[in-house]
């Protein structure tokens, strides 16, 4: 997905996949066609819905919807701005995201809790998916949130090994689980090659 304006889309509704954004989901689909799939969870945000369709269409499956999948409710107060102007209109915010995004006092939600809530729902969605495999398809920070959480990796790590837009990383269940293989995008370019 391509973001010309570099603006936070956050949880603003109307924000729908460009034509890169939909080749890129087009080939996710693809990439995942003979895997077992047998659901198909998104957030449910636009752009989430939009990249879990093709996915789901592929597998004739229907998009599945649970709202603990969400973007990081870090991104509420940077809504609508550009990643430029963030750091005039929130000083500060961005360079403690970049550098101690586990010590964000001004977010409503902190970094363990996003662990929590989106690591949680896709265990409670696991126990729902007795047979194949499930898609979760949500946003870069809380998947990476809840790829650490799920495999018992520190939170520090947000920003390390990031999945870009279109990434697709394989767990299975367990305790902790295990990652048995990922393909990641690039980052997405914007100041700091990571996005909320």
């Known amino acids: 997905m391509r973001n010309p304006d570099g603006v936070v889309y956050g949880r603003l509704p109307g924000f729908a996949l460009s ?15 003979r895997r077992p799939v047998s659901a198909v969870w998104s957030s449910p945000l636009q752009r989430a819905l939009e990249t879990a369709a093709p996915i ?3 597998h004739r499956l229907q998009v599945r919807v649970h709202p603990g999948l969400t973007e ?3 991104a509420d107060a940077w809504e609508g ?3 430029n102007e963030l750091t005039t209109a ?6 403690a995201y970049l550098t101690a995004p586990g010590d964000l006092p001004f977010s409503a939600e902190s970094l363990a809790q996003l662990a929590l809530r989106v690591g949680g729902a896709v265990a409670e969605l696991e126990q729902r998916c007795p047979v194949g495999e499930m898609v979760v398809v949500g946003h870069q920070d809380p998947s990476q949130a809840a790829r650490l959480w799920l495999t018992g990796r520190p939170l520090t790590g947000l920003h ?4 870009g837009h279109g990434s697709i990383a394989t767990l299975r269940p367990g305790d902790p689980w295990v990652e048995v293989s990922s393909w990641h995008t690039p980052p997405q370019d914007w100041p700091g090659g990571r996005g909320v």
């Open 160 to 163: 390390d090994d990031k999945p």
């Open 19 to 33: 034509e890169d954004g939909r080749a890129q989901a087009a080939d996710r689909a693809l990439r995942l066609r």
């Open 72 to 74: 990081w409710l870090l």
């Open 90 to 95: 929130r000083p500060g915010e961005l360079e």
């Open 56 to 58: 789901a269409a592929e």
């Open 81 to 83: 701005l550009s990643w």
